[in-house]
């Protein structure tokens, strides 16, 4: 039985990394030690990222309701509690788009959310 090499797994390994590697500086695209780490590194960045991406987005929505709802003479806090006691349940992703792209049915959201923070 011939003996079973390991050159084509190994060069596969090889080449997925360095593929990766691709578009990094000097070494880190070149070497194939540093570019595995290279790639390494930037997975874990991207693991965490990914988390981080969403909170970055949340911030961002409530950044732009608190705008919108302030042009309408209310806080944000008292808007989301306003939103509660009315039993509106809309998602700070979908309250942002409206405040961004549509001022008018935020407005009338905001109404809503003031006269049930009345009662």
Known sequence: M???KTVVPARARRKKIMDRAKG???GRSK???IAKENVMRGLQYAYR???VRKRMMRRLWIQR???A????GMSYSALIAGLKNAGISLN???LSDLAVRDSKAFSKIVEEAREAEKR
């Open 2 to 4: 011939p003996r079973a």
């Open 24 to 26: 990094g500086f000097g």
């Open 31 to 33: 070497l194939y030690r």
């Open 49 to 51: 990222d990914r988390r």
């Open 65 to 67: 309701i608190n705008a």
């Open 69 to 72: 709802a302030r042009l309408n």
């Open 92 to 94: 700070r992703k979908v």
